[in-house]
């Protein structure tokens, strides 16, 4: 199921799940392992243990088995504290990630599992080495899967959070700007990281070429995280 990593595949054997992670890998799992990172969110519960095994059968550079969820659940069966949680650890994982060197490449909703009551992230090869300058890739898709779902649900209709069964992929910007009342156009954080978001995405799928990417320092890094984490911690519901 995770063909879309080039870096790693999970597999199951004998009842068990396990990944293996290609050569091309390696600098990055050392890099998790040696900067202190992998240890530190495991002593925060935020991210599964796992331990490296030796299967020969396996064709890879190292095969890793984490520990083993009971329960599997999926973000549109969540509750809206639930994915706002699930949304908290994935922005506090990524920042963890940037004062380390590297850069959460992914930040989709179904990397995150509830394990023994808290939200863990379980996908181990989802850290990069950060290049200086670059911007996080994972901004849309922590939008989509996130901020968007989290909005509709608070502005529009707590059970729209099952939109997430029809859009695996995340909630597209513009339709969940279209959704949303204009009064979220006032809330500085939701209009940028939304409303603005969706017009730019747009713009982008109507571009023949692609725009230049500018430069973005530590300080922007540092401030779109905090605006991200401001717009989660700022959406409530009545009842759930």
């Known amino acids: 199921a995770s063909f879309r990593d080039p ?8 009842g068990q799940i396990f990944r293996a992670l290609a050569p091309s890998y390696q600098v990055h799992y050392e890099q998790l392992i040696h900067s202190g990172l992998y240890e530190e969110l495991i002593q925060g519960q935020q991210l599964i243990p796992h331990k490296e095994v ?13 520990t083993q969820i009971p329960l599997i659940s999926y973000p ?30 992914d930040a989709t909703a179904f990397n995150v599992q509830f394990f023994k009551g808290k939200p863990t992230w379980i996908d181990t090869s989802s850290f990069e080495i950060y290049e200086k300058g670059q911007p996080w890739v994972a901004y849309r ?8 779902p989290l909005a509709l649900m608070s ?20 339709l969940a700007s279209k959704m949303l009342p204009g009064k979220t156009k006032l809330k500085l954080n939701l209009n940028l990281h939304l409303h603005l978001h969706a017009k730019a995405d747009s713009w982008k799928r109507n571009q023949k070429t692609s725009p ?24 409530t519901i009545k009842e759930e």
């Open 141 to 148: 898709q922590f939008c989509m899967h996130f901020l968007a």
């Open 76 to 105: 549109y069966e969540w509750t809206f504290s639930m994915l706002k949680e699930a949304a908290l650890l994935c922005l506090d994982v990524a920042e963890k990630a940037f004062l380390k060197g590297m850069i959460l490449k």
């Open 212 to 235: 230049k990417t500018a430069s973005f320092s530590e300080a922007a890094f540092q401030g779109l995280i905090q605006g991200l984490r401001s717009a989660i911690k700022g959406l």
């Open 54 to 66: 030796d299967l020969p059968e396996i064709q890879t550079w190292k095969v890793i088995h984490p």
């Open 155 to 174: 502005y529009v209709d707590p059970s729209l959070g099952k939109m997430h069964s029809l859009y695996p992929n995340g909630i597209p910007l513009p």
């Open 7 to 14: 870096d790693a595949q999970v597999f199951s054997q004998d």
